[in-house]
């Protein structure tokens, strides 16, 4: 649901401004106080604070549970408050660091977007503690579908103003919307959570064996997510060097191919760790539940990862005209958003797999090893993406917009680095683990096979309207992919019907 409502916004958002100057700076001016968000919020957080918290709770000790989370959430709101004053204060600095090719009346703007998105940003820092305290209670769907009230706020802000005004001065209106809906997203979690710690006494008291234990998973992890957050920022001002709507582009293409990360590879991840941390037992014993629960996730993510691919690469121009052609984006943008992706679907599958890997590591308390791929990575990313999209357009004598692609790409091979590396230093821990070359090779031959039908039919909706087309073309290439896989006798689909059955009998 939560990330449906951010396809939708990025809808609206691409209506409204297109690729224009504005989306630049928009795009650009998020990316600051997201750096905060990242490094302080829900991965840092739950890879830190979970295992720990977890743990607590398996043993029973819920008093000291509620004195651990009331000593990280006011040392986390201390440490959030006085970098949201600083990241104010700085801006102009902070810009030039950023989007060193911004110039005029486009960083002006950039400069007061990222002014107001601050408070905002430290805001979703503490919704990412209440996700923390949920996720260990085993409360998926309330701290996963908070962000639809943000997604909401910002969508009601632009159909509100988007008509009245033009893009530079709705780009302001919609950063306040942000942060209204920033505030919305933390205040539906926080009743929940108060009932849930009973106790709840906020302070500042490090001094806890346990509190001392959280603070240890989190500073590693913190530098880990600062190091992949140092690529971002590469990409970030390789693509503001590169002409007008690079930026944005990126930023339209991230959505959707991070899309699968987030539906499968977070969201298995974010499921297993609470599991994995209240394993309890010797490193024999634990060894067996952790290999057993890694590779039934990572069975699960690659049967919705594969097709993921499958339908970005062959049908990509379909699902992104589909969601952002409307007003100024234009079928040229469809385009051109399309080679971005294309290019992103290189480490997809690495990259997804990768976080439940990551995952396992943070179960075990081991939150250094996945720091030092992640540093690897980096290195690899930085290197490849300023070749790939600076002197190789160039070179191939292309338009430069499209050194966006080679940044997609140079990250691509980089996250088949960091998989690698992940999976046989916890093989050594754990046993082997993986998924099996013949599952992949039954994903693959379902989804394209399903993607090549799905194709041929497109063919012949092409000139229908963009989402009439998605609709007649991307539902028979689910139907076919999921035929396929039963027939290759795959068992995934039935299980996971269903567990979402019994979900839902248990809603109802």
């Not at 970098?83 to 110039?103: E, K, Q, S």
């Not at 952790?290 to 590779?295: E, I, Q, V």
């Not at 229908?464 to 992919?481: E, I, W």
């Amino acid at each position: 649901m939560s990330r449906i409502a951010g396809l939708i916004r990025e809808s609206v958002f691409a209506h409204y401004f297109g690729n224009s100057d504005a989306a630049d700076a928009f795009k650009a001016a998020f990316r600051i106080p997201n750096f905060l968000q990242t490094l302080f919020g829900e991965g840092v957080l739950s890879a830190s604070f979970i295992p720990v918290y977890a743990g607590l709770l398996a043993q029973e000790d819920e008093e000291e549970a509620a004195r651990t989370a009331g000593a990280v959430a006011g040392l986390l709101a201390l440490t959030t408050s006085i970098l949201v004053a600083l990241g104010v204060l700085l801006t102009p600095y902070l810009i030039d660091l950023i989007a060193p090719g911004f110039h005029g009346a486009k960083r002006q703007l950039t400069i007061h977007l990222v002014q107001i998105l601050f408070p905002g940003a430290g805001l979703l820092v503490f919704s990412a503690w209440c996700l923390g305290i949920l996720n260990s209670h085993k409360r998926f769907f309330l701290s996963y579908t908070a962000p639809v009230l943000w997604n909401i706020a910002m969508i009601a802000t632009m159909f509100g103003w988007g008509g009245r005004y033009r893009e530079y001065p709705l780009a302001i209106i919609l950063a306040w919307g942000s942060v209204v809906g920033s505030g919305l997203q933390v205040a539906i979690q926080f009743p929940t959570v108060l009932k849930l710690l009973h106790h709840l006494r906020v302070t500042l008291n490090y001094q806890t064996a346990h509190v001392k234990e959280v603070i240890r998973n989190f500073i590693p992890v913190f530098i880990g997510r600062g190091v992949v957050q140092i690529s971002a920022y590469v990409d970030a001002v390789l693509a503001s060097l590169l002409p007008t709507g690079a930026v944005a582009g990126l930023a339209y293409a991230q959505l959707l191919y991070m899309l699968p990360v987030s539906l499968f590879g977070m969201s298995v991840s974010a499921a297993e760790l609470p599991h994995m941390s209240g394993a309890v037992g010797t490193d024999e014993e634990v060894a067996p539940i952790l290999r057993a629960r890694l590779n039934s996730g990572l069975r699960q993510i690659a049967f919705f990862v594969v097709p993921s691919i499958a339908v970005l690469l062959v049908l990509g121009d379909v699902i992104v005209a589909a969601i952002y052609r409307s007003g100024r984006f234009t079928q040229t943008d469809v385009i051109y958003v399309w080679g971005i992706i294309a290019g992103a679907m290189v480490g997809l599958l690495a990259s997804t797999l990768g976080r439940l890997y990551s995952s396992t590591y943070y179960a075990l308390h081991d939150t250094r090893t996945p720091l030092r791929y992640a540093i690897v990575r980096v290195i690899f990313t930085s290197g490849l993406g300023y070749l790939f999209a600076i002197p190789l357009p160039h070179i191939l004598g292309i338009d430069a917009r499209w050194g966006v692609a080679g940044l997609t790409i140079s990250a691509g091979m980089s996250s088949w680095v960091e998989f690698a590396l992940l999976r046989r230093t916890l093989n050594r821990r754990i046993g082997r683990t993986g998924v099996p070359v013949l599952y992949l090779t039954k994903l693959w031959t379902a989804a394209f096979a399903a993607a090549g039908i799905a194709w041929v039919i497109h063919h012949y909706f092409r000139h229908h309207s963009a989402k009439l087309a998605a609709v007649v073309v991307l539902t028979p290439f689910g139907l076919v992919y999921f035929a396929a896989t039963l027939a290759l006798g795959l068992s995934e689909i039935r299980v996971i019907f269903e567990r979402f059955m019994s979900a839902a009998n248990r809603a109802r």
